[in-house]
């Protein structure tokens, strides 16, 4: 039995860490590929997510594929949220790429002001504005062209 996947990629969707534990364990023999092929040469997301696994604090570098922009601490959830979309949409669309295609928004949680419900329908009334199409179900609006999360594993 081969068992692939790479354990410095999110935490299971669902319960456990299987792939994380198995290494972990020491029981079976385990091999790393050494070489990234996702980002291109001198890719930013490849160093800082080096720089996360050795335990360092990643460093924001403008004008790469990869900066951070840092929100005062304790900040309001609201201003989060408008930084947010402004950063996916308007600093992206003046760097050339297509805020709807090209961009994606990580948040670690579904619910509150900055997770994916809230940011979801802020990205949808900016790319979708006015009620187009829309159409709500269980209190959650829905729209062509609107954003979407995956929170499950494409199995296919």
Known sequence: MF????QDQLASVGPGNILRDVIASGAIPVARLQQIRRQGPGSQITVQAHAVNQGNTPQSVPDSDFEIVEVPEG???ELMCRVALRVATEDML???FDPLYEVQVLTPMHGGPVGTRALNEAFRSYHVPGDRGSVTI???QWAP???RRQDRADRE
């Open 94 to 96: 003046a760097r050339g």
């Open 3 to 6: 068992i692939i996947g790479d």
């Open 138 to 140: 269980h209190g959650r």
């Open 145 to 147: 062209m609107g954003a």
């Open 75 to 77: 900040g309001d959830p």
